[in-house]
């Protein structure tokens, strides 16, 4: 499957779409078309029935949740790992995306202590693309960076350097950290592609991570094991997002937030994929 997605860029595009609307992303590239086309036909023809339901909807939601929370007694926990990086990259992208190979643009790490759940420092650092150099006006309007930005940051390889000596300063050992991402996308697409397209070995700090979406469904027994996104988290747990969506220091200091929120409750950040 990994090798498929490789060799055709459109096959990745379609199962992320498919796996974020939380549908099957098993089939060959016609299969999943088709699967995608027949969403967004329903959500389409469900447009009128959800906006005029939606308002009791999400009472409806909010009132399971908070029923929930009242459950949830918190006590501080140790966390399996000493230190958690959340990561959110931003990449190259166009309003077209279908095809196109994604390019790491910005990678942004919050690191949080697994023992006083603390945050402890920030690495942030833009990314030169190669292959596609010059960024889109969608992509720039909707990550708001520039290409000048762009343009004079080092290449992903010297990113990593940069990233391992961050880690270095603040004795992080790779075996005691895992990475907390906001659904799978981040390292299991772009980070391995970014390294395909770099053609270097990807680091084997990257072999596991944690997906907030399943630790946040499964810590609080959502109804069908319904996965909430960025936004959707920040509104049951009664938070805003703070700063720029889609700037990937702002969204990875959101699911930062979110992450320290629920360890504050007691919820272990262990069960990791690869």
């Not at 023809?45 to 005029?52: I, L, M, N, P």
């Not at 339901?53 to 459950?71: C, G, R, T, V």
């Not at 030169?128 to 150099?133: D, E, I, S």
């Not at 770099?198 to 979406?213: E, G, K």
Request: aromatic residues 10%; glycine residues 6%; contains cysteine.
């Amino acid at each position: 499957m990994l090798d498929d997605e490789l060799r055709n860029p459109q096959v990745a595009e379609l199962r992320i779409a498919l796996e974020s609307l939380g549908l099957s992303t098993k089939g060959q590239v016609k299969v999943l078309k088709e699967r995608l086309r027949k969403a967004k036909k329903r959500t389409q023809d469900s447009a009128v029935e959800t906006e005029s339901n939606s308002s009791e909807s999400i009472n409806l939601e909010s009132n399971a949740f908070e029923a929930k929370e009242d459950q949830v007694v918190a006590k501080k926990v140790q966390q399996p790992f000493d230190f958690y990086c959340v990561f959110d990259v931003e990449a190259t992208c166009r309003e077209d995306n279908v095809g196109w190979k994604h390019e790491v643009i910005e990678f942004p790490v919050v690191l949080v202590c697994g023992r006083t759940f603390e945050t402890i420092a920030e690495f942030r650092s833009f990314v030169r693309p190669v292959l596609n150099p010059v960024l889109s006006d969608f992509c720039t309007q909707l990550t708001g960076i520039t290409q000048d930005q762009v343009d004079s940051a080092p290449t992903f390889p010297e990113v990593l350097k940069l990233f391992e000596a961050f880690l270095s300063r603040y004795k992080v050992k790779h075996g005691r950290m895992r990475f907390i991402t906001d659904g799978p996308w981040d390292i299991r697409d772009f980070v391995r592609n970014q390294c395909v397209y770099s053609d270097i070995r990807r680091p084997a700090y990257f072999d596991t991570y944690l997906d907030l979406r399943r630790i946040f469904t499964k810590f609080y027994g959502r109804k069908g094991g319904k996965r909430a996104n960025l936004n959707g988290m920040l509104s049951l747990l009664n938070m805003e997002f703070e700063g720029r969506q889609h700037s990937g220091i702002d969204d990875t200091r959101n699911i930062a937030k979110i992450a320290v929120c629920l360890m504050e409750k007691g919820c272990v950040f262990e069960s990791t994929l690869r």
